[in-house]
């Protein structure tokens, strides 16, 4: 029902109103898809009325050789589809950016890899591939061969950083790519006068594995392997989205009792992942026995994922169709049991850090991220939920079970501060603690895979919320399930783009704590 | 007093009795497959990274290759035998990095660097545990250091992208001698499920000599504390080492 | 002593030979025989002082007889002497740099105009210092002023600079106008414009004249010393001079201020009131702190050097003024150690703000800008200006084995004996302005460390800072030479504070040298200061080394109290020094001998594993001294304008432009009100000027009733 409205409405407010700038419209009701077709001069406008107007959100851009670019938005329990080709002979495309800022990071990324030229980005290049790469050379493109290593370059010695601050002395502090104990790398330049740091510019991509190109001609299970482990700390809920798009794509019903435990393991991983990020949030304030307390549920939570699962980080746990195995009812109890015990003490540490003033007062007002921005950003997970953006996929976008589980809440903060961040890690903990023990509560019975899998031609997209947020996994596969284009578009790279929006007038050593309030993996941005 | 004082007495004891002896609790390592012997139905384990070979002895696992995907395990017939120790490091000793026994440099504190060269996380997590209350590796002298000027061991992970090479280079040439260089994770060891391709090496001994491997997907605490005191001549036990072809070629690059 | 009379002549004549030269002299020998002859002449002063203060004589002779304002008298005494020393020996330094420095001038202006200029104004500068009456001091000083000015305008071109030249002048003459009230004051008491007759004639004056010469002649001369606040024009004019020219304005001229406050109220009249040397002290103790806060804050390298020359000169004449406070309150041993300190100080000062100056000059000449921020890198292409440099900063910074330290030790030291006066409203001052100079020399620190590791060390933040190099062999010898009499100065001071004391005991009466320098080596028996015990056991510690081969009292600074506290303080910067020596060499070859077996593998300095450092990732001269412009933020005022700019929205900034506007605590809270008062009077005043002529006879008619009026009430 709240397909067929939202279907509606899009036409109406959409399709009616700049008819003439649509190509041809297609809806698929059953799969909750719209598809718009248009010429790439009439993009930047109706894209802009999606995510402006209609307050559809971005999820992500999808280039492939010799056929149309998909820009892909979803909201109201639907997925949009806008498809448009560029003109193959100067490969232009004119850029989102203008009409909404989440657009950007994406550009740039097809501008490096793809070599597309974004008419009307203010700033295009060095973006995945650093200064040394030469230009003309895109990895994503056919006639690239990507098993090869690529000949290693000369540092270009005349490179300058682009940096913004004009003013008497200025000038940047390097942070990176090898900093801090066991930081992910990445590099940071911080625009200051002296104490006050004014500008971030982040520079991410040094863990690029080139993922979505060496996925490309490999079987779906070699592709699972990299879908799980391109991020370790969210193995399952990206395996889950790459899943979940097979699984639509070639039309496979998963068993209720796969669908039951995915759902068991998914919000498993999302509380081992935020009592991860509180620790990192308690240290970088140097909150040491906090630290200490929550790192002992934290590897707790491993080991009981290990002894659930064989794994402690979820490899190998899912399957084009559902679990490679089932897990037994009385293992799932006894895991329940454990779960709540430690969720009963994680809730005990987080009132005492409710009125730890000396911790209150280093996360609060720090790293602020106003709900406009979150919009425009167009930023999702916990991060956006903190800055007033009620944006969760698992009730957004229902998938795999979670339209028909039990009531979920999405918990909410309006501040945008540290604080809220860390506040809706903590309720979320709590949330992801009643499904479970709803969803174990009548377990279903039955097999946990689906029977002869019999691959279809064709793409689709799959869906997950990841601990960090959206996860969007794109595929288009051939009938022998040979991967022919693979695109990633995980929660970090869609909030990176936000960090500097909370990264500018800020003191210099409030920096690692606004880094561990938004918590990111760069492995998983890297790709 | 304050309550987190308070809260950090009464919390009891977490930490693991390993290295002194043997520590088995649940959940500590998601184990990996033996070789084992020859049988009769030698069926395909389908295994992604080719880790498992069949000999006229019978099955041999490279345990480098190995990710832990389970492949081999979950054939409700025909599994392979997984163990669940986590001993996993192995000394190296080739002639572009002879083993050098330095158990008198190395019989005070250690500073540890860690780099990351593009590991998917979770090696990087379970180092991490190693700081935390459960592994403490403090207790053991071992501490990390952000810089290269102050560290005596080198601790890798990922399967060192086009991006990390400098850098990792760099932090290897900035660490003095004696030094020890420890790859951690399959992908440290080989590329993983990665490499090699255009952005990333077949490991961190593509670049710079490696003394000390651990296996593993990622590997667990333990075997990366099981690794540390191999590479500092603490664990007397590993004496074995790991001969293995490589290509250095490219060291000094 | 007829030769050395025609020594001074000889120098005199000199200047003059060296003007005419000057202006008869081809452009291509200009450079050559302004320097040389300058340095001839300046050899030939630096003789006769030497042997005039060694003798030690005080004469009048007068050399010219004026109509009506009676004969023009020149003065020698060891004062003076010792400030034409110390010109003599800037002089020299600055003729033998400008050999290679005024090269770079010869393109844009002539330099026949700044050759007679500077050959003036050096005759100027000395016959100000011989003056001995009030005609030919003012008439020297005023020709001084004259030519000081027309020097710091020689690059006039430079709007800016003409205007700071012309701040400088009219500020100047404000000064010598409320000097000249004081000395007529005096004049008029005495009946005569000699010195000699006036300092006979101390007793005629009342209080309120006392109050009024002393006031007049203090701030008068203040505005000279850069004294807090009449300085206004200090850190505008040094910098907007040549180099050679600033280090004249800083080491010699600022020197001028001093001789006169200290002519005018230790000798001519000296301070009768504890609260007079209480202002002394008070108002140079904060102009050391306003100099190094703004010095510590600025970039560009000359005005920094401008700054800190207020900073100096606020901490001699705090000095001066804790002697005169001393000496009033009946203490003249402290008050002899105080004077010492201070004029230690000054000579210190000339020393190494000479040198500052000069290598300053180099580094402006050779990496076309003063902006610290734009510098950096300097040591690897000018190894030889960085050293010496350095020498200056270490100087200026008051650490030891250099001269700064001694002098600024005496000082401080002085201060804390203030608890042996009897009034608590002393000892509060005291304890407070000891407090904030110690604070001038921890930011002194700070600003010096600032100035030479943004200038010299790390990377070149420009194109011409990369290219700097060395300059040639005159300026080298002329840094070298400033640089080994710093270091001379901070290691002898035993020899260089009798020097002092005999210039200082004149005026204070006392011979202080005994409490600060004791004759270990030469102490007659009996000496009831230096019991037969006391030596004894400072002879068991090793005061006696080296009595046989080193000549003089011996090399301990040593200030005895009573009894039961013998020794108050001491110190032994040559011991020091030595043992520096042996301690650095020593750890040295201690390391080099443990590490000679080692092996030695060369890495890049670990910049986090970063493909390049480019210079803009470096600690910036401005980010140095942020802490301090954030700490200081109530006195530095500063208003920040930010504007912000992108290219399609908010989200793609491409400049966020911030700019700082701040004017100088004394302009906003002295200068400008009284500027602007000032200038509302003159316009109320012009309203006078009707232009009608039957208004005027009507002023005229007031007048001359007024007049009338008034001699018919006497």
Redesign the interface.
């Known amino acids: 029902m709240q397909i067929h409205n939202a279907i509606a409405h899009l036409t109406q407010h959409l399709v009616d109103r700049m008819g003439e700038k649509i190509s041809s419209v297609s809806a698929d009701e059953s799969r909750g898809e719209f598809v718009i077709n248009c010429t790439f001069s009439s993009l930047p406008e109706i894209c802009g009325a999606l995510f402006n107007n209609l307050h559809y959100s971005f999820a992500t851009m999808i280039v492939e050789e010799s056929l149309p670019i998909r820009y892909i938005f979803y909201g109201d329990g639907i997925v949009v589809h806008v498809l448009t080709t560029m003109s193959e002979r100067d490969r232009t495309l004119p850029s989102l950016t203008g009409q909404f800022h989440a657009a950007d990071w994406h550009e740039r990324e097809a501008e490096d890899l793809w070599g597309i030229n974004f008419k009307g980005h203010p700033r295009l290049g060095e973006f995945v591939l650093h200064e040394e790469w030469p230009d003309g050379v895109n990895p994503m493109r056919p006639s690239f061969d990507g098993h090869k290593p690529y000949p290693h370059r000369q540092i270009d010695s005349r490179w300058q950083p682009a940096t913004i601050l004009q003013a008497e002395g200025s000038f940047l502090m390097p942070i990176g790519p090898i900093f801090s104990d066991f930081a992910e790398s990445a590099h940071f330049l911080l625009e200051t006068v002296g104490e006050d740091v004014l500008h971030t510019i982040p520079r991410f991509f040094y863990k690029y594995r080139g993922v979505e190109k060496i996925a490309e001609n490999k079987s779906v299970s070699d592709v699972l392997l990299l879908a799980e482990r391109f991020a370790g700390t969210s193995a399952f809920a990206h395996s889950l989205a790459f899943c979940h798009a097979v699984e639509r794509l070639c039309s496979i019903s998963v068993p209720w009792r796969a669908t039951a435990l995915r759902i068991f393991l998914a919000e498993l991983e999302r509380i081992r992942h935020h009592v991860a990020g509180i620790a990192g949030i308690c240290s970088s304030t140097g909150l040491a026995v906090a630290t200490s307390q929550m790192s002992v549920l934290e590897e707790e939570l491993l080991r009981l994922t290990c002894t659930l699962t064989g794994h402690r980080y979820f490899f190998g746990m899912n399957v084009i169709g559902g679990l490679p195995q089932d897990i037994s009812d009385d293992a799932v109890k006894s895991a329940v049991m454990r779960l709540s015990q430690i969720v009963g003490e994680l809730n005990l540490l987080f009132d005492m850090l409710k009125v730890s003033g000396s911790f209150l007062d280093r996360i609060e007002e720090v790293g602020i991220v106003t709900e406009e921005k979150a919009r425009s950003l167009g930023l999702v997970g916990p991060i956006a939920r903190a800055s007033g953006v009620p944006i969760d996929l698992r009730t957004s976008l229902p998938y795999g079970g979670y339209a028909t589980a039990p009531q979920l809440s999405v918990p909410q903060e309006s501040e945008g501060d540290g604080y809220a961040r860390l506040r809706v890690l903590m309720q979320e903990i709590e949330s992801s603690g009643t499904i479970i023990s709803r969803i174990t509560a009548k377990m279903p019975d039955g097999p946990v895979k689906a029977g002869a899998i019999r691959f279809v031609s064709g793409s689709a997209l799959g869906w997950s919320e990841a601990p960090l947020g959206a996860s969007f996994h794109w595929i288009r596969i051939d009938k022998n399930g040979t991967v022919l284009r693979y695109r990633i578009t995980p929660p970090s790279f869609t909030n990176w783009l936000g960090f500097h929006a909370a990264a500018e007038n800020f003191a210099f050593q409030d920096f690692p704590i606004i880094m561990a309030t938004f918590g990111l993996s760069n492995a998983e941005c890297d790709r | 007093m304050s ?3 308070t ?2 007495m009464l ?1 009891r004891v ?1 930490t693991t009795h390993y290295p002194d002896r043997i520590d088995s ?7 990996r497959p033996s070789d084992t012997a020859l049988r009769n139905n030698v069926i395909n384990f ?1 295994c ?1 990274t080719s880790a498992i070979e069949e000999t006229a002895s019978g099955v041999s696992v490279d345990f480098r290759r190995c ?5 081999c ?2 054939p409700a017939d025909v599994a392979l035998p997984w163990t669940t120790d986590y001993e996993w490091a192995k000394k190296i000793n080739t002639t572009n990095s002879p083993w050098k026994e330095n158990r008198l440099a190395f019989r005070h504190s250690i500073s540890v ?17 190693l ?5 403490n590796f403090h207790r053991l002298g071992y501490f ?1 250091t ?4 102050h560290a005596d061991v080198l601790l890798v992970v ?2 060192v ?8 280079l ?2 290897y ?2 660490i ?2 004696p030094r020890k260089v420890v790859a951690i994770g399959a992908c440290a060891l080989m590329g ?10 077949a490991g961190v001994a593509d670049l710079i000599p490696v003394n000390v491997e651990v296996a593993g ?2 590997p ?1 605490p333990a075997a990366i504390l099981h690794a540390l005191n191999v590479a500092t001549g603490r664990d007397q036990h590993t004496s074995e080492f790991e001969a293995k072809p490589t290509g250095l070629d490219h060291v000094g ?1 | 002593m007829w030769d050395n009379s025609i020594l001074l002549s000889l120098f005199f004549l000199l200047c003059v030979a060296g003007s005419v030269i000057a202006l008869l002299a081809p452009d291509r020998l200009q450079i050559r025989s302004m320097a040389g002859i300058a340095i001839v002449a300046a050899s030939v002063l630096i003789i006769w002082s030497v042997v005039g203060f060694l003798s030690g004589n005080v004469h009048d002779s007068p050399f010219w007889g004026v109509p009506f304002l009676g004969a023009m008298i020149l003065h020698v005494d060891p004062l003076a002497s010792w400030f034409i020393l110390i010109t003599a020996i800037v002089f020299f330094a600055v003729s033998l740099y400008s050999f290679d420095y005024m090269k770079r001038h010869r393109g844009d202006y002539g330099v026949r105009a700044f050759s007679v200029f500077y050959h003036l104004l050096f005759a100027s500068i000395v016959f100000t210092l011989l003056s001995g009456d009030i005609v030919s001091f003012l008439v020297a000083w005023e020709t001084m002023t004259i030519f000081s000015y027309l020097l710091v305008n020689y690059d006039h071109e430079v709007e800016e600079n003409s205007r700071a030249a012309y701040i400088m002048l009219a500020m100047s003459e404000a000064g010598t106008i409320s000097a000249a009230f004081g000395f007529l004051i005096l004049g008029a008491a005495a009946g005569s414009f000699e010195f000699s007759a006036i300092r006979s004639a101390q007793h005629v004056l009342t209080d309120t004249a006392r109050w009024a010469v002393f006031l007049l002649s203090f701030f008068g001369f203040g505005v000279k010393a850069g004294l807090a606040p009449v300085n206004v024009w200090l850190p505008r004019a040094h910098p907007a001079a040549p180099a050679n020219v600033s280090a004249l304005l800083s080491a010699v001229i600022l020197n001028l201020g001093i001789y006169g406050i200290v002519r005018v109220n230790m000798d001519l009249l000296p301070v009768s009131h504890s609260a007079q040397g209480m202002i002394v002290l008070a108002f140079g103790t904060l102009s050391a702190v306003m100099g190094i806060l703004y010095a510590t804050k600025e970039n560009d390298l000359k005005k920094m050097l401008a700054h800190s020359s207020i900073e100096n000169m606020g901490i001699v004449i705090a000095g001066i003024g804790a002697g005169f406070v001393f000496m009033t309150e009946g203490v003249p041993s402290l008050a002899g150690i105080a004077f010492i300190a201070a004029f230690y100080h000054m000579t210190n000062h000339s020393m190494y703000k000479g040198l500052l100056f000069l290598t300053s000059g180099t580094v402006d000449a050779q990496a076309k800008t003063r902006d610290m921020n734009r510098l950096g890198g300097l040591i690897h292409g000018m190894p030889w200006t960085s050293g010496a440099f350095l020498v200056g900063a270490l100087s200026i910074a008051a650490l030891p084995p250099f001269n700064g330290f001694v002098s600024e030790w005496l000082t401080l030291q002085s201060f804390l004996q203030s608890f042996t006066l009897s009034s608590r409203g002393l000892k509060i001052e005291f304890v407070l302005c000891g407090a904030l100079l110690a604070l001038t020399a921890a930011l002194a620190v700070t600003c010096f460390v600032k100035a030479f590791a943004m200038s010299f060390l790390g990377p070149s933040r420009s194109e011409n800072a990369k290219n700097a190099v060395d300059p040639g062999r005159s300026s080298k010898m002329a840094h070298a030479l400033l640089a080994i009499i710093c270091l001379g100065l901070g290691i002898l001071p035993t020899y260089c504070i009798p020097a002092i004391d005999s210039m200082v005991s004149p005026l204070t009466r006392y011979h202080a040298i005994d409490e600060l320098v004791p004759p270990f080596f030469s102490a007659p028996q009996g000496n009831e200061k230096f019991s037969g015990s006391f030596m004894r056991d400072f002879q068991n510690i090793g005061a006696q080394v080296g009595q046989e081969v080193l000549p003089g009292r011996g090399l301990v600074i040593m200030h005895r109290g009573l009894q039961r506290n013998p020794v108050v303080f001491a110190m032994a910067p040559s011991y020091t020094f030595v043992m520096l020596i042996v301690l650095v060499g020593g750890t040295f070859l201690f390391v080099r001998a443990m590490t000679k077996k080692r092996q030695r593998r060369r890495a890049a300095t670990w910049m986090g594993g970063l493909r390049t450092l480019t210079s803009n990732m470096t600690y910036s001269a401005t980010g140095f001294s942020n802490p301090v412009r954030v700490i200081f933020s109530g006195i530095f005022h500063p208003s920040v304008a930010q504007e912000t700019r992108h290219a399609v929205e908010s989200h793609f900034r491409t400049a966020l432009i911030q700019e700082h506007e701040e004017t100088h605590i004394l302009e906003r809270w002295f200068f400008y009100p009284i500027a602007n008062g000032l200038q509302q009077f003159s316009r109320k005043l012009a309203l006078l000027h009707s232009g009608k002529v039957n208004v005027y006879a009507a002023y005229m008619l007031t007048t001359l009733i007024i007049l009338l009026s008034l001699n018919w009430i006497n």
């Open positions: 309550p987190w004082a809260k950090g919390s977490k609790s649940d959940g500590m390592t998601p184990g389908g992604p990710v832990h995907c389970f492949h395990a979950r660097l860690v780099v990351d060269s593009g590991d998917c996380g979770a090696c990087l997590s379970e180092l991490k545990q700081s935390k209350p459960y592994y990390v952000p810089t290269p000027r990922g399967p992208t086009d991006n990390m090479r400098l850098p990792l760099r932090a040439e900035g003095p001698e993983g499920v990665f490499g090699p391709s255009f952005t990333s090496s997907c990622p667990p690059q």
